[in-house]
């Protein structure tokens, strides 16, 4: 594995994300609450660019089985991507994907390191 400095800590703001190539890759790093995360810009369902879409938050659903009803929350505030070909939805601190058990982004270690952020591959 190699270390590959992508930028100053101070330069990627907290919600802000960077897309960059290393090693013929194409690597996000994001900043979500003062946490680095990164991943590979690339949507396990037709190969998009799964980074580059809208930060958004979700919308889950509690069915009561005595009243029948539905109770809906908007949860995860900044915290979810959307992929921008056909929406498929990543928890960016997780990489996991909201509608496919098993589907999660490829990830990779990320660290701060010297005020830096170092993604290794």
Known sequence: MSDHVIVAEEELADGERVVVQIEGREICVFNIDDEFFAYANWCAHQAGPACEGNI???????????????????????????????GW????????????????????????????????L
């Not at 659903?61 to 029948?68: M, R, T």
């Open 56 to 86: 958004t938050g979700t919308t889950t659903a509690c069915f009561d089985e005595e009243s029948l009803e539905v109770e809906l929350a908007y949860e995860k505030d900044d915290q979810i991507l959307n992929c921008p070909w056909h």
């Open 89 to 120: 939805e990543y928890d960016v601190t997780t990489g996991e994907c909201l509608s496919r058990q098993k589907v999660q982004l490829p990830q990779y270690p990320v660290k701060v390191e010297d005020g830096n952020v170092v993604v290794s």
